[in-house]
């Protein structure tokens, strides 16, 4: 099985940040997605939780806790294929949002503003499980 992470980083306003993936991407092109992607094979949980973090925003982080949600998709041709997708809560330590190429744009959004937005499965998922 694949493994995955997304990253739930917060503000001091308790604003989780997301990304709308770009309308080139050739994995859920303009969804919003929550900073993250695929475990390399030597990487831990949380090795990949911080590449990748720092890879699409730019952002330095402190993972909070161990994973706290699991979500899991199949995907792909093939039927058994399938992903699980560790969530992990952090903050920003340093730096500033700067975007990869494969992201157009971010936002701050709160428990009450999240809904009304295209989000990718995991994504959603997470989100809905941390702000119910």
């Known amino acids: 099985m ?7 980083i917060t ?25 993250g992607g695929n475990v390399k094979t030597e990487e831990s949980l949380e090795q990949a939780a911080k590449r990748e973090a720092k890879e699409e925003t730019n952002l330095e982080i402190e ?4 994973y706290s949600y699991v979500f899991y998709y199949s995907h792909g041709k ?3 294929t399938k992903t ?25 959004v ?15 998922a997470t989100l809905s499980e941390l702000f119910k």
Do not use: M, Q
């Open 78 to 80: 093939k039927e058994n």
């Open 84 to 108: 699980a997708v560790y969530a992990f809560r952090a903050e920003s330590i340093s730096g500033e949002v700067i975007l990869d190429e494969d992201h157009t744009e971010f936002r701050w």
């Open 11 to 35: 503000d001091n306003r308790n604003r989780v940040l997301i990304l709308k993936r770009s309308s080139r991407s050739k994995v859920s092109p303009n969804l919003w997605n929550l900073p």
């Open 110 to 124: 709160s428990k009450d503003d999240w809904k009304g937005l295209d989000y990718t499965p995991s994504a959603a």
């Open 2 to 8: 694949k493994k995955g992470v997304n990253i739930v």
């Open 63 to 66: 993972l909070l806790d161990d």
